[in-house]
């Protein structure tokens, strides 16, 4: 009971996190809409190109300050977003086969099928390079949107969207590296390679301080950077070998922390003050050693990165990438379409269309308490793009005319998806208070 309670409230945490973040993620969204449209467009644009250099001498790395936004800081976020499809896969909604079929199949159906929407309206061309934009889901904006839309929704619906957009996030990630990578640099990519194999090396050795993880991840990051394959992949890389282990278990820190609560209860003086018990900090420091012990450095890490890549990771790339000139302008209008479209008719019908197969031939099964209509709803929300979709916009038309016409497709798309969850959502609400 007391497991089901912890883990519950762990969810909640990370629930509230997302939804906050997602907020300001939406803020800083609409400040870069209105600063690209206002008449600071062209400072605004301008920031973004500033050359910063990293490095001495011989050995540095020159990059725009929107270039260290997008392959820098967004490389935290991958990490996290690495930690916490490892978190899921071993302990969460993707450790047991039976309860990772439903979000799995969902999560494999709004990819495929916004991605063949995407395609019917750009066969062929230059246009067809951004199939992968209206493919993943922003896991802040959908439980932001959620948490305001229908703040008493069960608990299995929270997790079940959450697992779906972790999923999502996987296959956004193996997108960006297959199809999304450039040329490739060999030598670097044996570099990669090589501080890899260094990683695993710390991991096997049973290293459970993370600066080392993190100095390696650095050096990773430069050569992945170079290599030609998206330098934020080395994000999820390192997550892969950040140590789950523990040095004490669950029982065993329990017991040693009653010993030393009961050992800091008897030191008291009877002046209430711990500055005055050497016995009572001993207490206190050894049970901050057996915190130590009892925390995996994947949860450390994950707590730690949380609130950073929600409140200033996220913010600043929506920020950098959300500006986007409103016009009426025709040009690349196939591609608009397309992502508005994926996002919009093809995120719902490919999820609900998995669940609906998952669930007929009993593979599968809806989450407690939710039924088809408040389902399509949640499958809604997941068409709510933004974060992933714009990084990937990035990548397929950096450069060109045709990103500003993806950008408007994803914000035009994720604010539609957002709108018709929420419709659908208070009708279901309406229709089971009238039963």
Known sequence: ??????????????????????????L?????????????????????????????????????????????????????????????????ELASAKKAVLPIACAIGGM????????????????????????????????????????????????????LAIVDDMGAVLVIAIFYSQSIMWSSLAGAAAVVFVLIGFNVARVRQLWPYLFAGIVLWYFMHQSGVHATISGVILACTIPTNTRINAAQFSREAHALVNQFDRAETGDFLVLSSERQQEALFALKRASEDVAAPTLKLETALHNFSAFVVMPLFAFANAGVKIGLSTEHAE????????????KPLGIMAAAFLGVKSG?????????????????????????????????????????????????????????????????????????
Not at 335 to 346: N, S
């Open 335 to 346: 591609i608009a379409l397309g992502v508005l479209a994926g996002l919009v008719i093809g």
């Open 28 to 92: 800083f969204g609409i400040a870069a809409l209105v600063l690209a449209n206002s008449p600071l467009a062209e400072r605004y644009e301008h920031l973004w190109s500033i050359p910063i250099t990293v490095g001495i001498a011989h050995h540095s790395l020159s990059l725009t300050l929107h270039q260290w936004i997008n392959d820098g800081l967004m490389g935290v976020f991958f990490l996290l977003v690495g930690l916490e499809i490892k978190r899921e896969l071993l302990v969460g």
């Open 363 to 435: 593979i599968a099964k809806l989450p407690a308490s939710v039924g088809w209509a408040p389902l399509l709803g949640y499958a809604s929300l997941a068409g709510i793009g933004f974060t992933m979709s714009l990084f990937i916009a990035m990548l397929a038309f950096d450069g060109t005319a045709a990103l500003d016409a993806a950008k408007q497709g994803i914000l035009g798309g994720s604010l539609l998806g957002g709108v018709a969850g929420a419709i659908i959502l208070k009708a279901a609400r309406h229709s089971r208070d009238d039963e």
């Open 1 to 26: 009971m007391r497991l089901k309670k912890f883990q519950s409230t762990i969810f909640q945490r990370f629930f509230r996190t997302e939804t906050v973040g997602g907020s300001v993620l939406l």
């Open 112 to 163: 495929l099928v916004p991605a063949g929407i995407y395609l019917m309206c750009n066969t062929s061309g230059f246009g067809a390079r951004g199939w992968g934009i209206p493919v993943a889901t922003d896991i802040a904006f959908a439980l932001g949107a959620l948490a305001l839309i229908s703040p008493d929704a069960p608990i299995g619906a929270r997790v079940f969207l959450t697992a």
